[in-house]
Each structure stands twice: as structure tokens, then as C-alpha cells.
């Protein structure tokens, strides 16, 4: 995984069809190639017949991107460490994995990994 910081969000999603049918997606000031321009920072093309497709692909886009500082924070907050093999919400019950609460914890940290590139 790169070193490299993303562009500030929000991004936003202009429309254009100056090189065929696409959405834009922009970002709203901050850092470009480390200057202080706000710019282009990716195409979402299709073929004409399927604007919708790449009008929606842009706004799924935007929505994982502007808010995925807020939801990795929340997640952070919310989850706790991960238990011990010999945790008393399993033990004698049923093995870690299938424990109920565990494994609600270890998906949290997975899905923690992969928001922040580590797998």
C-alpha cells in the first residue's frame, strides 16, 4: 500500500460528455499532486445506453469516499479488543468462532483492516 495521501474529500460529481458519456469526480479544494488545486481525480465512463450505470457507479463512489473517515472513526470508538480464547461469553459453550458476540468483534476488526488497507 502506498505512503501517497488521497485528495481531501468531499468529492463531488460533475457531469460531462466532452469525451463520450461520464461523470467526473472531483474533488472540492485541498491537495493535488501537492499543489493546493482542487481537480479531476477520476472518469466513470460508459457507453450512452448505460448512463445511468456510470451516474450511479460515481454516486456509490462519493458516498464510500466522503464518508469513509466518519465511519472508520465510529468503528474504531465502538469496537473493543477482541476476547480471549477463554472468554466467559463462550466458554463451555461453543468454540471463539462460533461465539456470537466474537465473532460480531472479529468481523469489526476485519472490516477495520480493510478500510485502512492493511490486508
Known amino acids: 500500500m502506498s505512503d501517497a495521501k488521497h ?3 468531499p468529492w463531488i460529481a460533475v457531469q460531462s460528455a466532452a469525451h463520450g458519456i461520464h461523470c467526473n469526480i472531483a474533488g472540492t479544494g ?3 499532486g501537492g499543489t493546493t488545486e482542487a481537480g479531476l481525480i477520476a472518469h466513470v465512463k460508459c457507453i450512452p445506453a448505460a448512463w445511468g450505470d456510470a451516474q450511479a457507479n460515481a454516486d456509490f463512489i462519493l458516498r464510500a469516499c466522503n464518508s469513509h473517515d466518519a465511519l472508520v472513526a465510529a468503528l474504531e470508538k465502538m469496537t473493543p479488543p477482541m476476547p480471549p480464547k477463554n472468554a466467559m461469553c463462550h466458554v463451555g459453550i461453543c468454540e471463539q468462532e462460533e461465539c456470537g458476540n466474537c465473532s ?3 468481523r469489526a476488526h476485519a472490516a477495520l483492516k480493510l478500510a485502512r488497507g492493511e490486508v
Do not use: D, E, L
Request: aromatic content about 0%.
Open 104 to 106: 460480531r468483534i472479529a
Open 7 to 9: 485528495t481531501p474529500t
Open 30 to 32: 485541498g491537495r493535488i
